[in-house]
């Protein structure tokens, strides 16, 4: 009689994407936006504040904007700003990463797709309609629909939650330290595709049971090849 097979010898069952640095290559914009909020609110941006913010939700990142920046709108003000000119930027041109569509599109076909990622509703919902792949993901999952961003692991808890699998066989697709660092806490299998801009630390990275250089290298037997850690 055979043994049930482990956790670990069980196939994936779903993939969760990120959306900034993984699908989109918006961090620049994104950093680019909150500083020009700053700078026309006569606020001042801080050594540190780009890598800070990376991860957090609308409600932390805006918070972090107004009280140690020095923005004295209120921080439901500052998100409206900030997504005002990062829209923008992406209805001029959405900086998809080389290789995105054909990634979701192929692994779409293999298994149920998720998106976690700390953008907000309104910012998910653009992209996808702008990049043709709205009807791609079965679940998406915003930051501000829980309680605490990454690198906590509640945004992707939630996407396997509301897809139904248990998060040892779901597989994430990551690129920051912040978001490994979720992923990982959530008992997820990871893959790493390092943000070139703004690379993990060697200790997150190192977190990943891949690692890939692009999108176009992220084919479905490396998806099947990666195992939960621990």
Known sequence: MKSPKSKKEDPPRAVVFDLDGVLVGSEALWDRARRAVVADAGGAWRDGATRDMLGMSSTEWSRYVHER???AAPPEEIVRRVLARLLDEYRRSLPLLPGAVTAVETLGSHWPLGLATSSNREVIDEVLALAGLGGRFAVTVTSEDVARGKPAPDVYLAATGAL???PGTAVAIEDST???KAA???GMRVIAVPNREFPPDPGALALAGA????????TPDVVASVRPPG
């Open 69 to 71: 920046l020095g923005v």
């Open 164 to 166: 139904g699998v248990d």
């Open 178 to 180: 912040n978001g490994l």
């Open 184 to 186: 990982a806490a959530a």
């Open 211 to 218: 690692v890939v250089p692009t999108l176009e290298s992220l």
